[in-house]
């Protein structure tokens, strides 16, 4: 047992508390819904949220969009699910840590609720260069520790490995219980379209997709550099409107908790968008059909926030993509 250093800290974030805790305090003031937005943080009874996990210049103003909506109100616990970015992982994989280190404060490990969850013999265990050597979840426990600041809660870190869909309802079904729990929060790590050449991912829609038609994507390269519809769509909406056709099938309602991880699966492996998360997603998923069939909770899922981190106009450009989401049911 042991204590996971803040391994990021000083290069994706301030290792400086005082300006860490002040950059974490303006963008939580600086969530300021329109009217039109519908959205009125916090969010009463929320369960989770889904947001981003790149380097905080990038993805922090967004993910406190997400971060604003947590009703902190008797949560003890917080689940907090990851892609693995490092290792290749069949499954899903738990700290061997009692405490994990932030430059405002740390954060202490259930670790009653670990022995639970290994003794399903389900998941396997992270070894401490792999627990270090990850940002996806690293990169949500100062803003955790911000918005549950003064209180006494333990986390869970959940490493989610490259699963296919039968594997996330299974680990979906394990976790469900706990969501269940009043005293329970689950925050999901995501960052969505890596888009660019650096990241062998330039699929591009040349307009945006109307309701039950969906325009025929093509792959720019340095041979298709320049299609005729980018004066008219550019790369960076058609990135938007990849990221917002995911968006939309996962917002509940309409769908069902069951039918947005069915449509969420079929559209990655129609587009191949390259969203990180996406395991930690279908894993909530799964989590949220259980509750959904068996506990007969009715899930709802927003979105609240979108950005990327720059606007791509031609094939040598890149960007990311990061998106807000919160959950109640």
Known sequence: MSTRRATHADSWYTGNSQK????????????????????????PKSKA???PHAGYSYSGPTAAWAYKSIDTTGIKRVFILGPSHHVYLDGCALSQCKEYTTPIGNLP???DTISELKATGKFADMDRETDEDEHSIEMHIP?????FEGMDISIVPVLVGAIDQHK???????????????????VVSSDFCHWGTRFSYTFYYPK??????VPNP???SKANHSPSTLSKFPIHESISALDHEAMELLTMPPSTACEAHTFFADYLARTKNTICGRHPIGVLLGALS??????????LLKWVKYEQSSQCVSVKDSSVSYASAYVTF
């Open 143 to 147: 803003y955790v520790r911000k918005v």
């Open 168 to 186: 996330e309802k299974e680990f979906g079904r394990i976790l469900a219980p706990y969501l269940a729990r009043e005293d329970t929060f689950c």
């Open 290 to 299: 259980t509750l959904q069939h068996d506990h007969h909770k009715e899930p």
């Open 20 to 43: 860490l805790n002040e950059e974490l305090s303006a963008w939580l003031d600086a969530v300021k819904p329109e009217e039109s937005d519908a959205y009125a943080p916090p969010i």
């Open 208 to 213: 945006y997709p109307s309701e039950g038609m």
């Open 109 to 111: 490990l259930d670790l």
């Open 49 to 51: 949220i889904i947001a």
């Open 218 to 220: 093509m792959r720019l």
